[in-house]
T-cell receptor, first 115, second 114 residues
Framework: DTGVSQNPRHKITKRGQNVTFRCDPISEHNRLYWYRQTLGQGPEFLTYFQNEAQLEKSRLLSDRFSAERPKGSFSTLEIQRTEQGDSAMYLC?????????????FGQGTRLTVV | DAKTTQPNSMESNEEEPVHLPCNHSTISGTDYIHWYRQLPSQGPEYVIHGLTSNVNNRMASLAIAEDRKSSTLILHRATLRDAAVYYCILAANAGGTSYGKLTFGQGTILTVHP
């Protein structure tokens, strides 16, 4: 197992375009999390899934953001009509939930630059 | 979510012990104390977690105050590879939609000098 994989590692897009990121979690992990991190700040929670069910979405998250985990394996995060303020590192994490909080494993992130 | 307070930065010398403090005066009975660290250009990495008793693993030790309102992450012998941002996080372990969600603060930037 190679850990949590995120693609692409870097994405430059023009303002107004849509972008989609992919996260492949560790294979048996049933929980998957998305975070966003800007320079000098800690990661900010966006949303998380248990299997294919989206259990929580941050109230601060714009309607332009949507995430899916269709078969309970990989997940995608889509940002529609990107804005310069969306420029950040987008981190994915996974964990094996068995009734109590285990350690989460993070990917290396996708760095988005909106120009 | 209960909040944590950490110093913005700390410095250490290589091969010396490092004690990273964290205050969490509003901790609830079901909150676990988690520590993660983030090396430059990497995603966060789990370090250790605990509830009431002190905990040890191969990476570090976690000392938890008797009243649980503070904790200290101890790196026994700092190396240059330990230079990172260290995050102290309270995570609910029971009930509610926030069950199992990690809420990061700004963390402590640890600099290790050779």
């Amino acid at each position: 197992d190679t850990g949590v994989s995120q693609n692409p590692r870097h994405k430059i897009t023009k303002r107004g375009q849509n972008v989609t990121f992919r996260c492949d979690p560790i294979s048996e992990h049933n929980r998957l999390y998305w975070y966003r991190q800007t320079l000098g700040q800690g990661p900010e929670f966006l949303t998380y899934f248990q299997n294919e069910a989206q259990l929580e979405k941050s109230r601060l998250l714009s309607d332009r953001f949507s995430a899916e985990r269709p078969k309970g394996s990989f997940s995608t995060l889509e940002i529609q009509r990107t804005e310069q303020g969306d420029s950040a590192m987008y981190l994915c994490a996974s964990s094996l939930w068995m009734g109590r909080l285990p350690e989460a494993f993070f990917g290396q992130g996708t760095r988005l630059t909106v120009v | 979510d209960a909040k944590t307070t950490q110093p913005n930065s700390m410095e250490s010398n290589e091969e010396e012990p490092v004690h990273l403090p964290c205050n969490h005066s509003t901790i609830s009975g079901t909150d676990y104390i988690h520590w993660y660290r983030q090396l430059p250009s990497q995603g966060p990495e789990y370090v250790i977690h605990g509830l009431t008793s002190n905990v040890n693993n191969r990476m570090a030790s976690l000392a938890i105050a008797e009243d649980r309102k503070s904790s200290t992450l101890i790196l026994h012998r700092a190396t240059l590879r330990d230079a990172a941002v260290y995050y102290c996080i309270l995570a609910a372990n029971a009930g509610g939609t926030s069950y199992g969600k990690l809420t990061f603060g700004q963390g402590t930037i640890l600099t290790v000098h050779p």
